[in-house]
T-cell receptor, first 115, second 115 residues
């Protein structure tokens, strides 16, 4: 079965400090992993995607994530938080055997950025 | 290219009524998936349509149904509305190219309130 666990429901950082949003996944096979961001009253925007190429994936807006198979983790990081980063972040897994378009979402991490 | 569009953006209905939501995918995308987002259950997969056929379905009651037209536009219908159906309904489209990505691109959602 496929699933993701986002280890923190809420993360608060000061503007200009690093961001770390943690995600662990469970998948029977080699998964595709994604991070999406959702700003208030908006849809989901893709930040980045891992598909078994490079383990360090660079996304938009300075975000990146590292796939670590031994730890079954896919944590999202950013060196310096900006006020506009305040949003809800979702770690997502898909599995070809389950149907590539059936995404399994984590429960989300709300990022607050303190000025 | 225009993004995924969903109409209407907001909807208020009463219990027992039915509702139809519409989704227009990105031009050239043939797969459309629907998701329900609620504070309690998070983001959950409803179903996916490809070439006018439902090819994947989540764990929702039969009151939830959908269809896809030859131009790839999709509708979802919820009959006999219940209070618990109040949610943000998100549509996502996927290009489904051979050997390509399973990345889904989301619309802004339809906010359904059931009174």
């Amino acid at each position: 079965a496929q699933s993701v666990t986002q280890l923190d429901s809420h993360v608060s950082v000061s503007e200009g400090t690093p961001v770390l949003l943690r995600c662990n996944y469970s998948s029977s096979y080699s998964p595709s992993l994604f991070w999406y961001v959702q700003h208030p009253n908006k849809g989901l925007q893709l930040l980045l995607k891992y598909t078994s190429a490079a383990t360090l994936v660079k996304g938009i807006n300075g975000f990146e994530a590292e796939f670590k198979k031994s730890e079954t983790s896919f944590h999202l990081t950013k060196p310096s938080a900006h006020m506009s980063d305040a949003a809800e972040y979702f770690c997502v897994v898909s599995d070809l055997l389950a149907g590539a378009n059936n995404l399994f979402f984590g429960t989300g991490t709300r990022l607050t950025v303190i000025p | 290219k225009a993004g995924v569009t969903q109409t209407p953006r907001y909807l208020i209905k009463t219990r027992g009524q039915q509702v139809t939501l519409s989704c227009s995918p990105i031009s050239g995308h043939r797969s459309v998936s629907w998701y329900q987002q609620t504070p309690g259950q998070g983001l959950q997969f409803l179903f996916e349509y490809f070439s006018e056929t439902q090819r994947n379905k989540g764990n929702f009651p039969g009151r939830f149904s959908g269809r896809q037209f030859s131009n790839s536009r999709s509708e979802m219908n919820v009959s006999t509305l219940e209070l618990g159906d109040s949610a943000l309904y998100l549509c996502a489209s996927n290009p489904i190219v051979a050997g390509g990505t399973d990345t889904q691109y989301f619309g802004p959602g339809t906010r359904l309130t059931v009174l």
